[in-house]
């Protein structure tokens, strides 16, 4: 019984997985877990985790590399994009991109833990210079760990060891207790020995076949070219850009023909916390607040919530396909590309990352703040 009602919440997990990508105007962008473990071990697909480095050591899908989506936007000290609104200079680019074993041809799948920011990050990344087949994977990890029969086997068997653990732990408290049945206790502690091996070699043979695993990355480094008239200039934007709307906003107010996403908590939307090198913490004058966790799914676990839900959201706050949008978050991919991404997945034409988001903006004393 407890098996069948396993198979089946997987069942609707995925299903839920796929209607949520389904409803979508653009249904390019998202991937379900469902497809993508068909993927894993394809040598023309290269799945990319957004998180950092710890977190990519404690899990991540087989034969994935790291590209921490906060380290994808380059700036010096003082916040200043050298290429912008380019990521990364092209060379740079081309050279970080390439020591990841990523070659041109390749399927590009970015994921996180399941929350979806981190992925999209790696998403606007590769898209932004033109890669050809760049998709995210809703739910992340979680939701391949969901998928993978294997991780089921595996957990079951790490729950009667944690059991046996247990019961070996309190025989032994046991007998040092006055009375105790030592010869009861004693059998059982043997027992509990035995079972714990038998399920620890159980576990090293099932972990052989796990869809996510622990350890470091393995690479074998490729060339990767951008090629210049492919750049999408048209899906990230500069301070100069953002400042043209930011003006606009101010002078114009609802009527403008633009809008400016904040994607970040409260705590930086008004100043009380700094990030990192930033010498100002605040916000862009006239910038619209719209947290990331608003479209993010974390009672489904998937990076975002289905099509009608993200759409009303963003109809609350006005956000209309008629406007120019930009948003922003700490380096831009991350959360603020979350945002871009969900209205690209609507059939939003006009929307940007601001790449350099309040690293730069923060940093540059001639941009006007606002706490």
Not at 207 to 225: A, I, S
Not at 289 to 311: C, G, L, P, R, T
Request: charged fraction near 30%.
């Amino acid at each position: 019984m407890n098996r069948l009602f396993t198979t089946l919440c997987l069942a609707t997990s995925l299903y839920t997985a796929n209607v949520l990508a389904a409803d979508y105007v653009n249904k390019d962008i998202l991937i379900s877990a469902e497809d993508a473990v068909k993927l894993i071990g394809n040598p023309k697909v290269m799945f990319v985790s957004g998180d950092n480095e710890d977190i990519y050591k404690l899990g991540h899908i087989k034969g994935s590399v790291e590209m921490y989506a906060h380290h994808l936007h380059h700036s010096d000290i003082d916040g200043e994009m050298h290429c912008a609104p380019l990521y990364r200079c092209i060379d740079d680019a081309e050279k970080y991109i390439g020591g990841k074993g990523i070659s041109n041809e390749m399927t590009i799948i970015a994921y996180d833990d399941f929350k979806g920011p981190n992925a999209t990050g790696v998403h606007s990344f590769f898209d932004s210079y033109g890669h050809k087949n760049v998709k995210v994977l809703n739910g992340g990890r979680a939701a391949v760990m969901a998928a993978d029969p294997a991780q089921k086997e595996y957990d079951a068997l790490n729950k009667d060891l944690k059991a046996a653990t247990k019961a070996q732990k309190d025989a032994k408290e046991a007998l040092k207790k006055e009375g105790a049945d030592k010869a009861a206790l004693e059998a059982t502690i043997v027992k509990t020995q035995t079972d714990s091996t038998v399920l620890k070699t159980k576990m090293a043979e099932v972990e052989k076949r796990l869809l996510v695993v622990k350890g470091d990355e393995v690479v074998k480094p490729k060339t990767y070219k951008i090629d210049p008239k492919k750049i999408k200039y048209s899906v990230i934007a500069d301070k100069n850009e953002v400042k043209h709307a930011m003006d606009d906003i101010l002078k114009n107010g609802k009527k403008s023909k633009y809008v400016i996403i904040d994607a970040r908590g409260i705590a930086e939307v008004i100043g009380e916390r700094k990030v990192d090198n930033v010498a100002r913490g605040g916000h862009v004058p006239g910038a619209t607040f719209i947290e990331w966790a608003q479209i993010s799914d974390a009672d489904k676990k998937m990076s975002f919530k289905s099509a009608d839900e993200v759409q009303k959201v963003y109809d609350s706050y006005g956000v209309t396909k008629d406007k120019t949008i930009y948003a922003y978050c700490h380096v831009g991919a991350g959360r603020s590309s979350h945002h871009i991404t969900a209205l690209e997945m609507l059939g939003y034409k006009n929307v940007k990352v601001f790449t350099g988001s309040w690293d730069v903006w923060g940093n540059d004393m001639n941009l006007p703040i606002k706490r």
